[in-house]
């Protein structure tokens, strides 16, 4: 009976994360995802590697990282924010990501998965 009552437990507690997992807020107005980064430096971590990480998103479409890589950059018409990476170690590699912003914060994801969290500033 005990075994029992572990393994419902185990399975509710994973339903609760899953469900939570799903509950992200995605912007979905193209517009609105342009005015939050256009002009603006986001500055948050890589949750991949734990590591302090920078974008700065020119007016212009260019992009730069914390290692001085550019990329070009754009927001796709389901609201997702797109980079193709010109240098850097990865050149050649495009992407696009949904964006979620709560009480200030930032969270960049991909393929449903949080990668990057942190603030804008500056736009």
Request: with cysteine; charged share 25%; proline share 0%.
């Amino acid at each position: 009976m005990q075994k029992t009552a572990r393994t419902l437990l185990a399975a509710l507690a994973l339903a609760t994360a899953s469900s939570g997992a799903l509950a992200q807020k995605f912007i979905t107005d193209k517009a609105e995802v342009e005015k939050l980064l256009t002009g603006a430096t986001f500055i948050g971590v890589y949750l991949r590697t734990e590591a302090a990480y920078t974008l700065k998103f020119g007016s212009d479409g260019t992009l730069t990282d914390t290692t001085g890589a550019k990329a070009r950059w754009w927001v796709d018409d389901q609201a997702r924010y797109c980079r193709e990476w010109l240098d850097g170690k990865l050149k050649g590699n495009t992407g696009c990501m949904n964006v979620e912003l709560e009480d200030g914060q930032v969270a960049l994801y991909s393929e449903g998965k949080k990668v990057v969290e942190g603030i804008v500033t500056g736009n």
